[in-house]
């Protein structure tokens, strides 16, 4: 079946803009997953959705990141006033709930000027 | 705070021979742990989870833990040119997994 999709694949905006990023998780899975990869660095954990329960938020950086997950499914990243630091990869990732195993999408690629 | 180690590389081996990538983790109660392969510019994708003490083999890959010494490994056998990737170590957490920053495995022909 289809696997984790993001969009847009590559987004450049200049400072100050706000971004939108979008995921499309596994479909079933109620378990969505944000995480920010800056170059040559690991994954850093941004926010976390479980089915109707309240987002983990603990991962965001600074109160310009917001997060919404609309019917259990879509999700979409909002950066704010963007910085030339927000710039890396966004990747999103799912799981079926039952398990621990995140299945990623293609990512994001965020370059702020 | 939760943390996982892992040795940044890169770790350099000849064709055939065999990769061992290690790591380290610091939560105790971690019940799941997973080896993802990222490549270049690429996203990561799973190539074993394991749960319980001891070997766990999937093909050319065993995974090895020991929870006692909170440690997790990945044997690649038989490595070839296109294992050369970032390999992450990652385990369970409260709502997510905690990911080490990888280690860059080079095989070289």
């Known amino acids: 079946g289809a696997g984790v999709s993001q969009s847009p694949s590559n987004k450049v905006t200049e400072k100050g803009k706000d971004v939108e990023l979008r995921c499309d998780p596994i479909s079933g899975h109620t378990a969505l997953y944000w995480y920010r990869q800056s170059l040559g660095q690991g994954l850093e954990f941004l926010i976390y959705?479980?089915?109707?329960?309240?987002?983990?938020k603990s991962g965001l950086p600074s109160d310009r990141f917001s997060a919404e997950r609309t019917g259990g499914s879509v999700s979409t990243l909002t950066i704010q006033r963007t910085q030339q630091e927000d710039s890396a990869v966004y990747l999103c990732?799912?799981?079926?709930?039952?398990?621990?195993?995140?299945?990623f999408g293609p990512g994001t690629r965020l370059t702020v000027l | 705070q939760k943390e996982v180690e892992q040795n940044s590389g890169p770790l350099s081996v000849p064709e055939g021979a065999i990769a061992s990538l290690n790591c380290t983790y610091s939560?105790?109660?971690?019940?799941?742990f997973f080896w993802y392969r990222q490549y270049s510019g690429k996203s990561p994708e799973l190539i074993m989870f394991?749960?319980?003490?001891g070997d766990k083999e999937d093909g050319r890959f065993t995974a090895q833990l020991n929870k006692a010494s909170q440690y997790v490994s990945l044997l690649i056998r038989d490595s070839q040119p296109s294992d050369s990737a970032t390999y992450l170590c990652?385990?369970?957490?409260?709502?997510?997994?905690?990911f080490g920053k990888g280690t860059m495995l080079l095989v070289s022909p």
């Open positions: 990732a799912s799981t079926d709930g039952g398990t621990d195993t995140q299945y």
């Open positions: 990652a385990f369970s957490g409260y709502s997510t997994l905690t």
């Open positions: 959705f479980q089915g109707n329960s309240a987002p983990d």
């Open positions: 939560d105790r109660g971690s019940q799941s």
């Open positions: 394991i749960y319980s003490n």
